[in-house]
């Protein structure tokens, strides 16, 4: 981290930066539990480069590379995780579905603990469009004779943590790495009769931006092959029409020569 312009406003992205060197230190054995926690919380409280400056000021060593913070200050990309890690306490932190069911869905902001409770009854979280107030949030299920689901979006990493007794949590996401910047969602809780499912979908609009593109490209596909047939086509009437001024010119040559040798032979 730059000593350069401390009371510069600090990003998410360069927050993010500081939290990846505080996990690669944990994982390396440089920073105990207690010490990474109190990192982590410092660095997401962060405002300005000054105060992530002194966070991972002592760790930068065989292995570790320090983050590099862009001065320039570039705007974040229209739909990049940077923008959708918003902080805040989110819009929605606990849902209930007793012989019935909910749903959260579209654009709403994922607080850093979302409970759910289902009993005889069922509920779905779905992330696609979601904005997150932390880079790590948590979804707590309890399903009692009933179920969940949870949607999350590709590029997300998905940890399973809960507990099964006669039902079960879906672990088929886990494990899939996450992209850099997107947060972690880690699924705890407890299911009775019941099951918590972990789904990877593509929101509405990448569905239809992928079968526009696949669309399109059919498109250009047929548009290549008639304009190869075109040209083909083309190539043989040139090859065609040449071939007919040749054989005209050579009937042509020959009928001048006939004329040729009935003159000579007249005179």
């Keep these: 981290m730059t000593d350069d312009a401390p009371e510069l406003r600090a990003s998410d992205a360069d927050r ?26 410092a ?6 480069y000054g105060e992530l400056t002194p966070i991972t000021r002592d760790l930068p060593a065989a292995g570790v590379t320090p983050p590099t913070v862009d001065m320039l200050k570039r705007p974040e990309q229209d739909g990049s995780w ?18 019935s069911g909910f749903q959260r869905k579209g654009r ?33 299920c309890i399903a009692i004779m009933g179920g969940m689901t949870v949607i999350v979006p590709p590029g997300v990493e998905v940890v399973v943590r809960g507990i ?10 886990e494990g899939v790495p996450g992209e850099p910047g997107a947060p972690r969602v880690i699924v705890t ?22 079968r526009e593109e696949r669309r399109q ?19 043989i009437q040139d090859a065609h029409r040449r071939m007919l001024d ?14 040729e040798r009935r003159r000579r032979g007249e005179d």
């Excluded at 059919?218 to 083909?232: F, N, P, Q, T, V």
Aim: glycine content about 12%.
């Design 16 to 41: 993010e930066r500081v939290a990846e060197v505080l996990r690669d230190a944990l994982a390396e054995g440089r920073l105990d539990m207690t010490e990474f926690e109190e990192r982590l919380d």
């Design 43 to 48: 660095t997401y409280k962060a405002r300005t």
């Design 82 to 99: 940077g923008r959708r890690i918003v902080g805040g306490e989110g819009s929605s932190t606990w849902a209930v579905a007793v012989m």
């Design 108 to 140: 709403w902001t994922v607080p850093r603990r979302f409970n759910c409770f289902a009993f005889w009854g069922g509920g779905e979280i779905d992330l696609r469009e979601a904005n997150f107030a932390d880079r790590e949030v948590e979804i707590n």
């Design 164 to 173: 099964g007794i006669m039902g079960g949590f879906d672990q088929g996401e």
């Design 189 to 210: 809780g407890f299911a009775f009769w019941g099951g918590v499912g972990v789904e990877r979908k593509l929101t509405r609009a990448e569905k239809q931006r992928l």
């Design 217 to 235: 490209g059919r498109l250009d596909r047929k548009a290549s092959k008639r304009e190869l047939a075109e040209s083909y086509r083309d190539d």
């Design 246 to 259: 040749g054989h005209r010119s050579l009937m042509h040559d020959r009928h001048e020569e006939r004329r």
